[in-house]
């Protein structure tokens, strides 16, 4: 049963990617499909609970809101930045270095949580990861690429790393129930749908647009946030069951390798052959570094 549960929580991770690129393709807009896709998994959180969660909000400490607006924050910014780098770089490159950002947590767990053990194990996933990561970024000689190309896989690997890392700190420092899990997620998805309405208001400033929402971006967007939502339960319910030291092995190198074969066959993205070779290694290095979780 437990790798029937796993299946499910990789398909809804794929999806949640290969959403992120149908956006690009359809040439939707980005700041109202993002939105809406942190409001749906709000309702869709709060409804799964019963409405229960409204009632604790008011129990909410100030570690959880901060924490709560802070990983929001995190939250939104990633899935702008991961659409625009989807655009630019390609979803399997973006996906590779989302999902290597593990590094991140794992280096700051060691420095600062004195998570020192299996410590070999770490280090050289790190260095692997590193090394896959230029590997990755690597265009070939002959081929220039902008500055911003570069910039927006690099953003998504240090943003993700952040939420990771702030998602852990927030757990052990913070969270002290299973209720306030739900409660946490349930800020974080509020403060990026409150971020998200802002952005929208700015951007029709800025397009000097008098449009509203467009149905076609509350479609793919409420489409990416039952994804949201979906793969936020499965990590809840597949950590429970079998611990994070398989699930977050399994789910980044399956996610990872999968969006990669996605953006081949599906979407026409091209990758050299060090880039294969780059996405193996972070495959591996994801394994070998989660696996010491």
Avoid at 58 to 86: D, K, P, Q, R, Y
Avoid at 203 to 216: M, N, T, Y
Wanted: glycine share 8%.
């Amino acid at each position: 049963m437990n790798i029937i549960y796993l299946i499910i929580h990789i398909l809804f991770a794929l999806g949640m990617f290969i959403s992120l690129k149908i956006i690009d393709t359809k040439q939707l807009n980005k700041y109202q499909t993002i939105t809406v896709n942190y409001i749906v998994a709000l309702f869709l959180t709060v409804l799964s609970t019963g409405g229960e969660i409204a009632g604790e909000v008011a129990h909410m400490g100030t570690g959880m809101i901060i924490a709560s607006l802070w990983v929001g924050f995190l939250f939104i910014l990633s899935f702008v930045l991961m659409s625009f780098s989807t655009e630019r770089a390609g979803i399997g490159l973006t996906t590779a270095l989302n999902k290597m950002s593990v590094v991140i947590p794992v280096s700051v767990g060691i420095l600062y949580l004195g998570q020192d053990d299996n410590i070999t194990e770490k280090i050289f996933g790190i260095i692997l990861a590193l090394i896959s990561f230029l590997l990755i970024l690597y265009k070939g000689k002959n081929e220039k690429v902008s500055l911003l190309t570069l910039a927006l896989p690099v953003s998504v690997f240090v943003v993700s790393g952040l939420i990771d890392t702030s998602m852990e700190i927030t757990n052990k420092k913070i969270l002290s129930e299973d209720s306030h899990q739900e409660l946490f997620l349930s800020g974080i998805f509020a403060t990026a749908s409150l971020i998200g309405l802002v952005t929208i208001f700015f951007d029709k400033i800025k397009r000097k647009s008098a449009h509203s929402f467009e149905g076609k971006n509350i479609l793919w967007g409420a489409v990416m946030g039952t994804f949201n939502f979906l793969v936020s339960k499965m990590i809840l319910v597949n950590v429970g069951l079998m611990g994070g030291s398989v699930v977050f092995p399994v789910h980044n190198a399956s996610v990872v390798m999968l969006t990669a074969l996605a953006g081949m066959f599906f979407f026409k993205e091209k990758f050299t052959f060090k880039q294969w070779v780059g996405v193996v290694l972070a495959v591996i290095s994801v394994i070998i570094i989660a696996g010491t979780i």
